[in-house]
């Protein structure tokens, strides 16, 4: 059974995802503030946290920080509207994935299995993965797409590949700009979405409804439905 | 305004003009009788004080009395008189011109005060004209100094409200004219210098100066009228003054209005999905049918999907009100924009069929990218929300040169036309509209696209259209 540590100074949240998760066949332990939570996470090493990011104490920025200073186990954040910019700061912290209050439980843990799932193949890909339409062969660097082969430029194709090699992940913008281009400017923003965009245009049947590529606004993009081809 | 010659010429030349007449006509020895010279005489005295003025037509009666005594009166060539005949024909001469030229000249000047009085008039009635049609403040200053360069004659005129401040006396000039600076400063601390300087006082305190730059002096009259339009300007800038102040208030009172109908609508909109939890929360408490308290569950999450929309809408709103809607602007493929909205709108879009046609090849769009995404998503929102559940929803893209324009339609009923206005207005819904919403959505839609540049419309057409129109960033 795997345990999920639940960050909240909320008691209604921790009490309502108490329940979902037993239910679900999770064990839930719990904390109510910033310090208490690194606590919990480096006495019960628990195998996802999902925390708040309003917390007394030190708020949830500052706990991603010190959960990573000793732990690779994946965190889900919750976070309010009105703190995008938390958010950010939060994802680009190492966090994994967030979830904005309010949230359906359902949604919650379908991200959390997702998470776990992700834990457990960690080699990520076959050779050859099927997203959608398109056939994405990672060793021979090449796609097609309706049996029709595609060519990608190298950028474009570093960014295929850093989506491929993350299924289902959120990639922050900044993430991203540091895996294709290995620098941290600014101007890079506008140039991934164009980018991502032209990706789109290669996977999607209809680019301005996408089921694979999806823009998470103002954090990132993620990759989602990619099946081994084989 | 008719000019006359000055007064000394105006004599001189009524002084000499009998003279040389009689000379002249002495020359013709047969004319000699002395009551057809008398009346010829009469004539250039009357001439005169016609032209001349009074002070014409006495000197003309003096030397004609003199000319005709010199030349015509035995003995000739003398000025002296021998008979009482003569000297009651000179006497009479004398008085009857005297008299002649005095009522003459009262006539005409009074005939001139008239004209000059109904050519005042006129002034200042094209002087209201001008006033009345000038657009604001400095226009209206503009008016009144052109015009008493134009008519009173001065080489440049210019407006100057002058006042205390604090007790240091303080100048705002409104319009220069051209008038050399050290008169405008001579003017506000009190002088005059080379410059006519009219004052009118405001009714606010301190004074409105008009300051007629010209050479040489100016006479009573300019001066009276360079007072009047003065006042009148000074009436001008009270008036628009009391304008700007009522529209001042006339905005302080609209935003009362419209935080009366915050408060007002806040408080109704958000009570009513909350009362909606709270008693479905009480019956899934008591409720003992499994599939009833599924079906309670589930209005609980959508009453808290509408609060959560609608504080998402009342952030944006007073994010839009404290005016910090700096737009981060960035080229942003149009399929990328859509396609955000309809991954982010997919739970409430469900089983609905989308019909999605944007071509490829489009431009990007030169937007804010957070706030555009927000008011298409408010778009697509408002036609979930105002139509059934089974109707489906269109969402298309055409471009023209500098703009594209993303296109949100259904087969809703229909927006009447009296709504139009009112359904871009905060808190305003149209009269058809379906229960649930707050009145913002498209107000915010709005205002987010006017920050990029682009618009909301109200597209033409026998559907519920709504047309978001967007710059194109040019590469």
Redesign the interface.
């Known amino acids: 059974m795997s345990t999920v540590a639940v960050v909240d100074d909320e008691h209604a949240i921790r009490q309502a995802l108490r329940s979902a998760l037993a239910a679900a066949g999770y064990e839930a332990v719990e904390a109510a503030d910033g310090p208490a939570a690194v606590d919990l996470v480096a006495t019960t090493a628990p195998d996802i946290v999902v925390l708040d990011l309003g917390l007394p104490g030190y708020d949830g920025v500052e706990v991603v920080r010190r959960i990573r200073s000793f732990s690779d186990v994946p965190i889900i954040i919750l976070s309010v509207l009105d703190r995008d910019t938390d958010k950010i700061r939060a994802l680009d912290a190492g966090a994994d994935d967030y979830v904005t209050k309010p949230f359906s439980v359902d949604e919650l843990l379908a991200r959390v299995r997702a998470a776990l799932r992700r834990l457990e193949s960690v080699s990520p890909s076959s050779a050859r993965v099927r997203i959608g339409r398109a056939t994405v062969d990672l060793a021979q660097r090449s796609v097609e797409v309706a049996g029709e082969p595609v060519r990608l430029t190298p950028t474009q194709w570093e960014l295929l590949s850093e989506f491929v090699a993350n299924p289902g992940r959120l990639l922050t913008h900044k993430h991203l700009i540091s895996a294709v281009w290995g620098g941290e400017s600014g101007s890079e923003a506008s140039s991934l979405r164009i980018y991502v965009s032209n990706l789109r245009r290669i996977l999607e049947d209809v680019p301005a409804n996408p089921k694979h590529l999806l823009t998470e606004v103002g954090a990132g993009y993620r990759l989602i439905g990619v099946e081994p081809a084989d | 305004m008719r000019r006359r010659l000055p007064l000394w010429f105006r004599v001189a030349v009524a002084s000499v003009a009998p003279i040389g007449a009689g000379a002249l006509i002495s020359q013709f020895a047969g004319v000699r009788d002395q009551t057809n010279l008398a009346f010829a005489f009469l004539l250039l005295v009357l001439a005169a004080a016609v032209y001349g003025g009074s002070g014409a037509g006495v000197s003309a009666s003096v030397t004609g009395f003199l000319t005709f005594n010199f030349f015509f009166i035995e003995p000739v060539r003398t000025l002296s008189v021998t008979t009482r005949r003569d000297l009651g024909i000179l006497l009479g001469f004398l008085a009857v011109s005297l008299v002649v030229s005095s009522l003459v000249a009262g006539i005409e000047s009074h005939r001139e005060r008239a004209e000059r009085e109904a050519e005042d008039t006129q002034l200042l009635f094209d002087l209201s004209v001008s006033l009345s049609d000038a657009a604001e403040l400095g226009h209206e200053m503009r008016e009144v100094a052109e015009l008493a360069e134009q008519r009173l004659g001065f080489r440049a005129v210019a407006v100057v409200r002058s006042g205390r401040i604090d007790d240091v006396l303080h100048g705002d000039v409104l319009h220069d004219g051209g008038v050399p600076e050290h008169l405008l400063r001579l003017a506000i601390a009190g002088g005059a210098g080379d410059a006519a300087v009219a004052a009118a006082p405001l009714r606010g305190g301190g004074k409105l100066l008009l300051i007629g730059y010209t050479h040489g002096g100016v006479d009573d009259r300019r001066r009276g009228l360079l007072t009047a339009f003065a006042a009148r300007a000074a009436a001008a800038a009270e008036r628009r003054a009391s304008q700007e102040e009522r529209e001042r208030m006339s905005i302080l009172q609209e935003t009362d209005r419209q935080r009366a109908a915050l408060l007002a609508s806040v408080s109704h909109d958000l009570r009513t999905p909350l009362a909606g939890i709270k008693s479905a929360a009480s019956a899934i408490a008591t409720s003992s049918s499994e599939s009833e308290r599924q079906l309670l569950a589930g209005s609980v999450?959508s009453e808290?999907?509408r609060l959560?929309r609608m504080i998402?809408n009342l952030?944006d709103l007073s994010r839009i009100h404290q005016g910090v809607l700096t737009p981060a602007l960035?080229?942003?493929?149009?399929?990328?924009l859509?396609?955000?909205v309809?991954?982010?709108l997919r739970p409430a879009i469900g089983r609905r069929a989308?019909r999605?046609d944007?071509p490829?090849d489009l431009p990007?769009v030169l937007i804010d990218?957070?706030q555009i995404?927000q008011a298409l998503t408010n778009l697509v929102e408002n036609a979930l929300q105002h139509t059934a559940d089974s109707a489906a929803l269109d969402?298309s893209?055409s471009t023209r040169p500098d703009w594209v324009t993303i296109r949100v339609a259904n087969d809703g009923p229909g927006i009447p036309a009296e709504d139009h206005a009112r359904i871009f207005r905060s808190f305003e819904r149209g009269r058809s509209a379906r229960p649930g919403g707050s009145g913002l959505g498209l107000a915010i839609a709005r205002a987010f696209a006017t920050a990029s540049g682009g618009r909301v419309e109200l597209a033409e057409g026998e559907r519920t259209a709504f047309d978001l129109t967007l710059p194109v960033a040019t590469p």
Request: charged share 30%.
């Open positions: 999450a808290v999907d959560d998402r952030l960035e080229a942003v493929p149009v399929d990328e859509v396609g955000t309809l991954s982010r989308m999605v944007v490829g990007p990218f957070v995404e969402i893209a």
